[in-house]
């Protein structure tokens, strides 16, 4: 018989990691801060009640980890936003030359953490309303409201970046 928590690990490891990945936009800091959500997971699965789902409680882990090192460590995502600004800026052409996915994270890590968390938990991981409103504690009211709102300040973000519209 295998640990359960290996198997949680197998099962849900991807998933936190592209999180944390889309969070932070750095593979260390992600696979970093992944593997401090399992541990943090694992401390506390004796308390897990079932009230949501293992992935919805996992993803709520992850953002409250995420939340904790920003509290502690923001100069470095300042540091990092401003080194991709720097890469962007020494391309000739930067959003004719950048592959559209690169710039989709470019104009994600701009966004606000509350706003980029709507967006990766309900259009990067498909997890829904009820979902992410476990995990942010909130109304579902509040996260499609947050949401669509989210959605209006990245499209709007993206245009002004030079993103191609419709």
């Excluded at 897990?48 to 090192?69: E, Q």
């Excluded at 600004?85 to 000739?92: C, I, K, R």
């Excluded at 409201?145 to 973000?157: E, I, N, P, S």
Aim: charged share 30%; net charge positive; proline share 2%.
């Amino acid at each position: 018989m295998s640990d359960p928590r290996i198997e949680i690990y197998m099962t849900y490891r991807n998933a936190i990691y592209l999180y944390l990945y889309r969070l932070t936009m750095n593979e260390h800091l992600a696979e970093d801060l992944t593997q401090d959500t399992f541990l943090r997971a694992f401390r506390s699965l004796a308390g897990f009640r079932g009230d949501a789902s293992m992935k919805t409680w996992l993803f709520k882990i992850a953002r409250n980890t995420y939340l904790n090192f920003v509290k502690k460590k923001q100069s470095l995502l300042e540091v990092h936003t401003e080194k991709m600004d720097e890469e962007l800026a020494v391309q000739p052409d930067p959003y004719k030359q950048i592959d559209d996915q690169l710039f989709i994270q470019y104009t994600l890590v701009r966004l606000p953490e509350k706003d980029r968390t709507y967006i990766i938990l309900r259009d990067g991981n498909g997890l829904t309303y009820e979902e992410i409103s476990l995990i942010t504690n909130q109304t579902i009211g509040q996260v499609k409201v947050g949401l669509y709102r989210a959605r209006k300040k990245f499209r709007k973000l993206y245009l002004q970046e030079g993103g191609e519209g419709e």
